[in-house]
């Protein structure tokens, strides 16, 4: 999506450790045109697929989801990282996070994930995967069907992709990173 | 809002301990049509208000803020409850959690809020008052102003509203909670 793709170049900045740093349009402050425009391009690029439901997990994945289940019409699941004490029957799963060097529980609860769901997975990152892991993880426990998964960047370098590929998953990403060596952003 | 408030007679349940969970159609899973007329309401009572900015905290205030600053046409930026190693310049202060019973630190880059910003706070609860204490804190720390605050739902029996018009904040709620009393929901 060369959209995004222009926006990554003039305003993505690219850090030392390796690290794509998009917090001035995706994860921190958004741009809620952009943000909109990625949406719509997601729901076009899985309208008639069936999908009764999108999915996510907080908190950055949360502002794409909310905009594509508008778009498609269906309602918006976020998973949870913490689960709160009024909420029972949670459907969980470990998931290591690469960025906080540290694991998490992710808990979407019961009530709102069954073997009637097709579901879309949003979030704004593909890297190596973990999260999207998880979520097949907790869809199989649920019984639901994974459609598809949308990803706003992937960090093509890593091994995201192909673990998830190997599992069957249509993947789409509106970006891909080939590279980021030297601190310069290039695109597959 | 009317249609808010059928929506939680009809979907929201409350839980003996005082409770109100509208996790069927507010935070965890969303109904994105509810959420952008919540959205469009909100936009509307803020028309002509100057704001150049949303301010929300991740993560159930994310889906209402991106849509309200979609409709109106500005930035959105999402307060971080922990710090991740690439950012800098955060400005954070401790907000306690009734529901969770802990106190986290929510922040704000300094990169996204600035003495030219007049913001608004979008949030789905307003009961104590403490995560909105908290933005009030952020932005006086940034020289931001504070140009009005909207919450999807209020807890009109506990103090939080008090406390923000003490501080001369102006507040929109699109639902405001008289009682809970006996597990029966009633409306101000």
Known sequence: MNLLKQRILSDGQCLDNGTLKVDNFINHQM?????MAMAQEIANRFDNKGINKIVTIEASGIAPAILVGYLMQVPVVFAKK???STMEHMISTPVFSFTKK???????SRNFLSA???ILFVDDFLANGNAAMGIID????????IAGMAFLIEKGFQNGRQK???MGIHIESLAIIKSLDNCTITFE
């Open 31 to 35: 741009d809620p045109a952009l943000m």
């Open 82 to 84: 913490n689960v709160p």
């Open 102 to 108: 540290r694991c998490y529980d992710v808990g979407i």
């Open 116 to 118: 009637d769901d097709h």
């Open 138 to 145: 907790i869809a199989s426990k649920a019984g639901a069907q």
């Open 164 to 166: 998830l590929l190997d």
